[in-house]
């Protein structure tokens, strides 16, 4: 009878494009300041994708660097799961253009669309591929191109987001091999009734076109705290594991108020929080994988550490999973 599979990380990658876009840059073309946005948000820059850069190309980087750090060859991945809102197109999924930048002709690739919550959904998908068998090694992207959906001229909402992408490579392998590590337990929630709190205003089906984010933000901050603080509960819970177990807390990268009002309220303690919002702004599902690569690259995140991972995003979704790293 075969043991139990986990699924166990093996490296990880991120790229961010090269242009950066600062507060001060925004307060020449749109009503805002950096001391507002800073006090609002904790964001300082977000980086924006060149011209003839899509979401698939962010992808590949941070895939091939995840690729590198695990020390794999892309023809040993046998699943592609890619979180994002922004594809290259309505069709085909992004995933299946970053399998065909990296060479890869065999398994399958596909997306997930749980806006900012798409990498924990994402991660969560592959876990249960290669718990059941059905894959081997993965690659979980979450990559985003939102400077494409954004108003402009809105001075509430594009002064939030950015571009990037971050990967993570899994493996399974039996418990015992994995010497506790891996992914231990996912929570994922949603709830349509809040859809016009966060959303974009167009679609192919409903009109034909890309359109723009819309949000309301107090809204969005006004039930982020309560649903984020429910799901992490049920993931510690599901794990018989408490606050004080955690090592670290990589919570989806949207607004500085939130994080640490969901730190604050959790009693987890504010050094035991990775957070990146400053310097990349809200980059939607590839967040938690840009700022667990950030951690892990600086020393932070070691083999053997307790790993939250939280997010929510429009829907709403919501949803954190556990991970021995």
Not at 33 to 56: F, L, N, P, V, Y
Not at 202 to 212: A, D, E, I, K
Not at 304 to 309: E, F, I, K
Request: net charge negative; with cysteine; glycine share 10%.
């Amino acid at each position: 009878m075969q043991g139990l599979r986990r699924s166990i990380v093996k490296g990880c990658g991120s790229y961010l494009p090269e242009k950066t876009l600062t507060n001060d840059d925004l307060a020449k073309f749109v009503d805002t300041s950096d001391e507002w946005i800073t006090q609002r948000t904790g964001i300082k820059e977000r980086h924006i994708a060149a011209e003839g850069e899509w979401t698939s190309d962010l992808g590949h980087i941070a895939a091939r660097r995840a690729l590198d750090h695990a020390g794999m060859a892309p023809e040993e991945i046998d699943l592609i799961v890619l979180a994002t809102s922004t594809p290259d197109n309505t069709f085909p999924a992004a995933a299946v253009s970053v399998q065909a930048k990296l060479g890869i002709t065999e398994g399958c690739a596909f997306d997930v669309q749980a806006v900012c919550s798409g990498f924990v959904y994402a991660l969560a998908t592959a876990d249960a591929y290669l718990r059941t068998g059905m894959a081997e090694r993965a690659l979980v992207i979450g990559a985003e191109t939102f400077s494409r959906i954004l108003d402009w001229e809105d001075r509430t909402t594009c002064v939030l987001f950015g571009d990037g992408a971050g990967a993570l490579v899994l493996e399974a392998t039996g418990e015992d091999a994995a010497d506790g590590r891996g992914v231990l337990s996912s929570q994922l929630r949603s709830d349509g009734r809040h859809k016009e709190k966060l959303y974009v205003d167009g679609g192919p089906s409903s009109t034909r076109t890309v359109g723009h984010l819309r949000m309301e933000g107090r809204e969005v901050f006004r039930h982020a705290v309560g649903m984020i603080a429910d799901v992490i509960e049920a993931v510690l819970e599901a794990e018989n594991v408490t606050a004080d177990d955690l090592d670290w807390f990589v919570p989806h990268q949207a607004n500085r108020r939130i994080i640490d009002a969901s730190a604050k309220k959790l009693h987890i303690a504010p050094e035991k929080v990775v957070t990146t919002v400053e310097g990349h702004g809200n980059t939607s599902a590839a967040s938690i994988p840009l700022a667990v690569d950030v951690a892990v690259r600086d020393g932070r995140i070691k083999a053997g550490d307790l790993v939250l991972l939280e997010a929510m995003g429009g829907g709403f979704t919501w949803g954190a999973s556990l991970v021995r790293w």
